[in-house]
């Protein structure tokens, strides 16, 4: 672990007042991804505002709260003025080439350690140990299930040892002597069939049967893995490594029926994992968090997080924050920014998250309903000690 | 398009700080109903305050939030003080008569152009040309599929004939020589059986089979247009015009199960009409806004209101805008009213929307988390310019 | 009926400003439970004070927005500053005794009538009797239907003759001379097969098909009823008393399914319920609280409350009350505790309720959105006036 937690207020990029409690203390972000290792033109830039496959045409993906957010806040890291025209952004962006700019916005995120999922989409982007030299952070590696078994079926394996294939996979991936350090598993079942599936893990010759029917279409067109036996075997074999286990759910990009990757369509698999005493992580959760807070109150293995929104919803973040702290208990919910190729998404994420959470907290005092040593705790526990809890394994 | 913006901070009815942005700017109101031609009794009135049948027995419609809405907002403009008693408002109504209340309502929303479903239980309205005159404004007509398919089996075709017959209807009701101008289709699919159906154009000889069961119970017993296959060869029709689709979403009457009227349902359709270019309009939306607005950042066809919320929920309306701009573009959400009937809710509509959006932007501005120049940007184009680039026809 | 309404501000326990509409003003909890009779230590405490089985290892349940609730407005009321550690206050507890702090907290909590469902667990809980005596309030009783459907398969019937058991059972438990008085039914069908099911009323030979499979695994097992079938048997059973009928919705304990606990999917329930005139009561409700507050705007029959999510949300029930309010009429909203085990629930729900709701009024008064003669009304309604009006039995 290491700390730049005060760069914020030191480099005048927030009021010193709301984010007070979280000043000086390094955010664990237990879920994002890497950033873009080249320049990047506008389109390309743009492309990496939306979660969609880019604006619509004729509009920009600076008209949106997260643009305005980047034209607001990350201008004065590059030097600019607040607000800046995109344009003149994505031209400074340019001249600083993409390693300086990827340098100065991630140190000012202030994160002591990330936890990646370097499993998607990852051709573009840092490697882990880049990214953590340009972080000036630790990194820990989170292992995306999906990614492992499509690889254990193009390295060529019959229907019969698909089963055991995969499994032996993820084990060597999370074995505690790689490096970087495998700290977790993680799952897009969301996408691949949505979350109301049957929960229970699937009998050996179940996984055979259902291998010996994908692994053809997959050898063929590079089919997806999206049959649920598979997905199901895949997800138990990382809840077999005993490391916490990361859910998509929530919102995300079109690939995704989005009222399937409601959270609460988990009960059943929480149930089946609250006596292993595996930490389930129901990672952005929007616009279902609240659904995420029950799951998080009721059941002593969920934990959950609103990562992806804070930097999307901009100035609403301490909204969505208070909601998802309604039900859930403090030591329940932990700080992700869910950033993937921009940098800015990572300086964005913390720099929302310590000013909700603050101004939160300080709204809290003010009021009297929390005394300032509780208020502190709660800080510390969100931004950095509920994830040092619940990860036994933490880079350093 | 003609223009009557400033009228409510010149009439005294809305604090002249909160909506300076959109002080003057006349809106579009991409979707809205004609107004009662006739004057209302107490009874009628209540039964117009309400998505139920009518108030509960022994409950008056006034005791809501519209309700208290109408008398806090409408009664100036009908010369009585804030608050009035229902009592005497019903009276001062039916003093001044129908035309001259529907007149001052309609021009003080200032709206520089009505896009009108004029299809759904229109006995009683104004026709658009009248309501065109009362409002001072401009109107288009928005095709209401369903009703044009049971127009169809009303006025008598056989099973085999009845797909194509919607079909050369369709296009006829959308002739751009038409006048009302014709600017766009609906369907009221959410009503009729759900948004969760099969998104896929049918086959004819679906058509043919469905059409084949359905004409005889439509012609004994008036039996509504209820069958998906009909309903998705009516929605396909209106695709097939090219003009934008509105489809009614979230809350409205009982008829409608909710939890399917959700417009996550959607997202099939969505990537099928992805490719086509043609806009895809989801109305209502609440209380699945933050779930519209997802929609409309990750599809480039979609768009969303929130418009018959704005009414109803009264001085909540900022909360509802603000929560449907957390993910959606700024490109993608319009303005409308949905009101029907009452033309104090195109008035109410109007008042809240321009105080609602407006006082975000000022507050927006205040905290410096948006320039006044984009600020005054965005607002013009969620009030206007959306609907301008958005819809190909606008009356004139 | 009697009164204590002015304790809380008296108590110097809330500011006297904000809750000025409802200072006086006697609820009506229309739905809590019992108390626990004997002294708790602090495991047993916490395990009360959340909806799951307890925190989760090396959390404690006071690190949560109802613990930090619980240290700051309930430890006035045992003499303690406020913020007093977690330790101190359970131990203040135990010196002062359980009745004592019943007493205080429950007489704090200023209730007029307490409506208790007295079915779920209640072996270590004061009797209605003594409940009353502590509270100083009259109780009347919710019958819980699937208790009495259990208890008349325990009591030994045949498949053929249950149905008939069950309905007599239930109309001799709501027989108006009975005391406690019996003032409503409740179902647990979210609980026991979701709400989406089928909502007609079973034939009597399906209820004796569907006996004759669970009767003897209930004999065997004592398995909870689960079957569809039976549990709209005795839903129909608590229709036909013409009792409201309080129906579990929203969240609760882990035992559910939380997306199928969803009031909307009650709208078949609603339209059968609704020629019948039978006041159909949704509970708690949170977070699908906008969908109930539409259930309650369209259907006659249908009221609603957010009971349970107001002490559990602490500062933030303004939020969760002005939502439900955005549609449901001011006639359909009911206050409700929803309180078990703590009596620390029923004061912080009350306290809550009392100062969210006035806030929001004083509010719309501040704003000029409603009069002043109006928000007392209104807080009134929704604080007793509808309880009073809906339930036509109310204990005195």
Chains 1, 2, 3 share one sequence.
């Not at 959470?357 to 000690?385: F, K, N, Q, W, Y």
Request: aromatic content about 6%.
């Amino acid at each position: 672990m290491c700390a730049d937690g005060g760069s914020l207020v030191s480099l005048g990029l927030v009021p010193a007042g709301p984010v007070s409690f979280l000043d000086g203390v390094p955010l664990v972000d237990h879920h994002c991804h890497s950033v873009v290792a080249g320049d990047l033109d506008r389109p390309a830039f743009e492309a990496l505002l939306t979660e969609g496959t880019g604006p619509a045409p004729g509009l920009s993906a600076f008209d949106s709260r997260l643009g305005f957010s980047v034209r607001r806040w990350c201008s004065p890291v590059l030097g600019l003025p607040p607000h800046a025209p995109a344009a003149d952004y994505v031209a400074r962006r340019a001249e600083l080439g993409a390693e300086a700019v990827s340098r100065a916005m991630l140190r000012a995120a202030g994160s002591g350690a990330l936890l990646v999922d370097h499993g998607f989409d990852a051709g573009g982007l840092l490697d882990l140990d880049a990214l953590s030299a340009v972080a000036g952070a630790p990194v820990g590696e989170v292992v995306r299930l999906e990614a492992v078994a499509e690889e254990v079926a193009d390295a060529g394996v019959d229907a019969g040892g698909f089963g055991t294939a995969v499994a032996d996979e993820v084990a060597r991936r999370t074995d505690a002597a790689r490096r970087p350090l495998p700290v977790a598993c993680k799952t897009v079942l969301a996408y691949r069939a949505g979350l109301d599936v049957d929960p229970h893990r699937p009998e050996p010759a179940e996984v055979a049967a259902a291998a010996s029917a994908w692994l053809p279409r997959r050898a063929r067109d590079r089919e997806p893995l999206r049959d649920p036996v598979l997905l199901r075997h895949g997800l138990w074999a990382g809840l077999d490594t005993g490391l916490p286990l990361q859910l998509h759910s929530g919102f995300g990009d079109p690939d995704e029926d989005l009222h399937r990757a409601d959270p609460a369509l988990l009960v059943g698999l929480a149930r089946l994992v609250e006596p292993l005493g595996v930490p389930l992580m129901l990672l952005h959760t929007y616009p279902y968090h609240r659904q995420a807070a029950w799951m998080a109150q009721v059941f002593s293995c969920v934990h959950a997080d609103v990562s992806l929104a804070v930097p999307y919803v901009g100035s609403r973040a301490p909204e969505v924050i208070a909601e998802v702290l309604e039900l859930a208990p403090f030591g329940k919910v932990l700080y992700a920014s869910d950033a993937y190729g921009l940098p800015e998404l990572h300086l964005l994420a913390a720099l929302r998250f310590r000013a909700a959470l603050g101004g939160l907290l300080e709204h809290a005092c003010s009021t009297d309903e929390i005394s300032p040593a509780d208020a502190e705790r709660v800080a510390t526990m969100i931004a950095r000690d509920n994830a040092l809890r619940v990860y036994p394994r933490m880079p350093a």
